[in-house]
């Protein structure tokens, strides 16, 4: 049986990085291989039903990397080509160090953070997400098929938005995908609040996408390049190149619109305030109900990130200068330091602590605390300490495999079942509401299957449940 091959190549980062991505189709199994050139790569074989299907999946991977810039080449003749996925421009600070307490060098440029009380995480360009603890500590490793554009939590859950098109739930042991994008929608990034998710695309759209996985509406803008997209129960909040839109969180009803200088680069939302961050060196903070100008922060070069404390008490910002800021509430600048580890594309503050992600791949955890401040504008800066992964951590892959079980004991039991040409999960132990679906990854529903989860919990405006934790199947 012939196999049908297409070798795609890509070149980044000025030229000094390149990769190769492969797709080998032969019957009805699919063999995918990237990495690298130059180094064997990593691979994935997958089997279909049908020659038809494998056919149509080898034929969208394919048109996926194509989209993002990958070029048909012969393998060992250098042939691939340039694309830059957002102006990058990172120069070193002028200010003095800021106070970083310890970093993580995570192999890639980084966009994706998220800190809570529990861990931070990272994930980089390479589709690498690791897990530190508060101390830096080296905790877990995910690797993505794609780069990973953005981290973001839902109530208990964490979701990486990837460049393969696909939303992972990084939530239990294995990661599983949660939403799949439409094969047009090149993800800049994605927010969720109670399970629906909102995607702002290169091409200056909007996208929202419910529970079950299904389209709700998308709306066109002004401009393009859209890398802010932040969701609440009321809207979606919308920037661009052009400026910022509030849409109806419903219908997808334009609510207001807010022209910026600049093209925005970020965004970063508080209860009644947005933020939106743009290449003409300012964060704008905006009222959520009427998308009113409430304060102007002025930095000294392109944003390229911002976060706030909580309820705005202070907002933080950096630039593509490699620079961080503080600003108090009414837009005075409190300080201006160096990160020493490149620009940060990301940001996230957390009892007096500042995360970054930035340009070069470095987690920093700054030390944001007055005192500390103080030193470091004197020169007095603490020993920050360069975290190491160690060798022997293990590396967990997306898969549809599952574990299964032999007893419903210590969890909840789920049942997969048919609605016309869909298939849906309700939940079948007792004490819920078997009328309700359940929020559940599609590419492990089969008919009459029947799954045992850690839990499930109703979604905060109900009619649904969301299961969390380790999904196993029940014998």
């Not at 049986?1 to 080998?24: C, I, N, P, R, W």
């Not at 049908?50 to 810039?69: D, F, I, M, Q, S």
Request: proline share 3%; glycine share 10%; hydrophobic share 35%.
């Amino acid at each position: 049986m012939s196999a049908q091959t297409d070798y795609l190549e890509l070149s980044e980062d000025g030229g000094s990085a390149h990769k190769f991505y492969e797709v080998v189709r032969s019957g009805t199994r699919v063999t995918i291989t990237y990495g690298r050139i130059g180094a064997p790569g990593q691979a994935k074989t997958t089997e279909f039903a049908t020659e038809a299907k494998a056919v149509a999946a080898a034929a969208k991977k394919v048109g996926e990397k194509v989209r993002k810039g990958y070029a048909p080449a012969v393998r060992g003749v250098r042939q691939a080509r340039s694309v830059t996925r957002r102006p990058v421009a990172s120069t070193r600070s002028t200010a003095r160090q800021a106070p970083v307490l310890w970093r993580f060098a995570s192999g890639a440029p980084a966009f994706g953070i998220f800190v809570d009380e529990e861990r931070c995480w990272v994930g980089n360009e390479s589709g690498d997400v690791f897990t530190l603890q508060h101390d830096g500590t080296v905790s877990g490793r995910f690797r993505l098929p794609d780069g990973v554009k953005c981290i973001v939590a839902d109530d208990f859950w964490i979701y990486a938005g990837c460049d393969d098109g696909r939303v992972y739930d990084l939530s239990g042991k294995v990661p599983r995908v949660a939403y799949e994008i439409a094969q047009d929608v090149d993800i800049y990034w994605i927010d969720i609040h109670d399970g629906t998710l909102g995607v702002s695309d290169v091409q200056g759209r909007v996208t929202t996408i419910d529970h079950e996985d299904e389209f709700q509406w998308a709306r066109n803008n002004e401009g393009d390049s859209a890398w802010m997209v932040r969701c609440d129960t009321d809207a979606v909040y919308y920037g661009d190149s052009w400026g910022v839109t509030r849409f109806d969180a419903g219908d997808g009803t334009p609510l207001w619109r807010r022209e910026l200088r600049g093209s925005v680069l970020f965004g970063w939302q508080e209860r009644d305030s947005v933020y939106a961050g743009t290449s003409r060196n300012e964060v704008h903070q905006l009222a959520k109900d009427s998308g009113a100008v409430e304060a102007v922060y002025r930095c000294d070069a392109t944003v390229y990130s911002c976060a706030t404390a909580p309820d705005g008490r202070y907002v933080f910002a950096g630039d593509s200068s490699s620079s961080i800021y503080c600003f108090d509430q009414s837009g005075d600048r409190l300080w201006k330091l160096g990160t020493g580890c490149g620009s940060a594309f990301s940001m996230q503050y957390l009892d007096g602590r500042l995360y970054i992600v930035t340009t070069n791949g470095t987690l920093a955890c700054i030390d944001a605390t007055e005192q500390a401040i103080l030193a470091a504008q004197q020169g007095s800066l603490p020993q920050a300490r360069d975290v190491k992964a160690a060798a022997s951590l293990p590396v967990v892959e997306p898969t549809v495999v599952l574990e299964t079980a032999d007893s419903a004991d210590g969890g909840i039991v789920l049942e997969c079942y048919e609605d016309g040409s869909r298939l849906r999960v309700r939940v079948v132990s007792s004490g819920y509401d078997t009328t309700w679906r359940v929020q559940f990854p599609k590419e492990i529903r089969e008919p009459g299957a029947r799954y045992l989860v850690d839990g499930v919990r109703p979604a905060g405006r109900g009619g649904f449940y969301r299961a969390y934790g380790d999904i196993r199947r029940l014998r």
